[in-house]
């Protein structure tokens, strides 16, 4: 059951995200290039981590298109039931923010900083993503 008014040019939109998942596609077999064609760890490690995410975007685009039917929902029970577990994972990601932070303060080496440096982006990236679910359970859940 598709929802209407969900994006505008529906049609258009599908392209957009297929198109997108190719350029993935084609981003994760650079990343296998890159890394097959070198010895050095700092590269490998970069265009693994870069393959990795593409992997994820991929995945990520494909529920965005399977939403647009209306096929994925959020209940307030699904949240609900899963509170204490949302709340301490944000623990965890803060503490890992923290430890992140830490080590980043404690290094001088311009490889060793930039490695740290996305490593605490990362971490944010997940508190976010982790908040923005707690935020779905306050607001259909608001007793949770």
């Keep these: 059951m598709a929802i209407e008014g969900i994006v505008e040019e529906r049609s258009h939109f599908e392209q957009g995200i297929r198109k997108w998942q190719q350029v993935e596609d084609v981003t994760i077999e650079s990343c296998e290039a890159l890394k097959d064609a070198t010895e050095n760890i700092l590269v ?27 096929t994925i929902t959020l209940t307030p029970e699904e949240l609900g039931g899963m509170s204490s ?46 908040s923005q679910l707690n935020d779905f359970k306050r607001q259909l859940y608001p007793y949770a």
């Design 44 to 70: 490998q490690t970069v265009a693994g981590i870069i393959r990795a995410d593409s992997v994820k975007h991929k995945e990520v685009l494909d529920v965005i298109l399977r939403a647009l039917d209306g």
């Design 85 to 130: 577990l949302l709340d301490n994972h944000l623990n965890i990601e803060r503490d890992s923010i923290a430890l992140a932070m830490d080590e980043l303060e404690n290094s001088r080496h311009f490889v060793i900083r930039e490695l740290l440096s996305y490593l605490l982006e990362d971490e944010r990236k997940h508190y976010k993503l982790m």
